[in-house]
C-alpha cells in the first residue's frame, strides 16, 4: 500500500474478502518504504506484523535486501520486485523468485509493479511466474 489514498472503501472491502477466501494462511507484513507511515493495520483484514529482522524458520525476515551484511543468514525479502525478460518470438517480462546462496527475494504480488530485471548470474536462479505456474528458468 503505496499511501493512504488507496485505502479507499472499496479496496479496504476486497482485502477483507481477500483474506476470507484464505483464512488459513497466515499473512504477516514487514513494513517497508511504502507503508512505514501508514496507521495500524485495521484487525478485520487478520493481517499481522513482523518487525524487520525476525526470524521465521530458518530465515531472518526483511523488507528489503540488507546492505553490509556480516552473516551469511539466509534472507527473506522482497522491495525490489524482482523480474525476468525472456527475449524469442515475443519478449516477455515475467516476476520471478530470485534466489542466491543465502537469500530469497520474493515477487510482487500485483500487477501494478513494474519490478526490477535482473541479469543471470551464475549461483542464482530464477523462478518465472506465469499465470498459475513456477517455472524454473535459470
Known sequence: LHSDAVLTDAVQQQIVAWRARTRGVSVQLVRGNHD????ALP??????ETP?????????LHHEPPEGRQKEEPILCGHL???VRLVGAETLRLPCFHVTRHQLMLPAFA??????????????????????QVIPLW
Open 111 to 132: 500487477a501494478m509493479t513494474n519490478g526490477v530485471v535482473l541479469p543471470q548470474r551464475a549461483h542464482e536462479h530464477a523462478y518465472g511466474i506465469a499465470e498459475d
Open 81 to 83: 520486485h524482482p523480474t
Open 36 to 39: 512505514r507511515h501508514l496507521p
Open 43 to 48: 484487525s478485520p483484514w487478520g493481517i499481522g
Open 52 to 60: 524487520e529482522g525476525t526470524a521465521l524458520g530458518p530465515w531472518i
